[in-house]
């Protein structure tokens, strides 16, 4: 049978875990582990909002309504635009996450696809092309 915490350290870790601190934090802290404080908060707060876990968001949710506001505005008409004023904020953050920031505001973003220059006489002559060797084999 396990052996059961003190009310001090009970009471040390529910006021550590009421102080918003993390359950990793408070393992370290007191000597526990980390399966026992979690254990305790779910005893003593039932219905507590776990941690969502993840990556941080760079960006805040102040920054992206000023972006918001700005495209609706069309002072910013391109995802390059945002990256760019997004970097001149002080955001170091790459094209591809500038993207994510304005779908993550419901704004349309698509990268166009790039389509080889062909004329029409450079498509005749990969037809011709393709035509003649259509029957060759890797050991000719």
Partial sequence: MPKSLSADSK????????AGKDSMDVANRFWVTYATVNNYANK????RQPGLGGRPIVV??????FIKLQVVQDQLKTAME???KLMELGYSIS???AINILKSTD????????????TAKHI?????????????????
Avoid: E
């Fill in 60 to 65: 805040s949710a102040q920054t992206k309504k």
């Fill in 95 to 97: 094209y591809k996450t």
């Fill in 82 to 84: 945002v990256h760019d």
């Fill in 107 to 118: 704004f349309f973003v698509a990268i166009n696809v790039k389509k080889p220059l062909l």
């Fill in 11 to 18: 009471n040390d870790i529910k006021s550590a875990i009421l």
């Fill in 44 to 47: 003593f707060f039932p219905h």
């Fill in 124 to 140: 005749k002559r990969r037809l011709a092309w393709s035509k003649k060797y259509q029957n060759w084999t890797t050991d000719d």
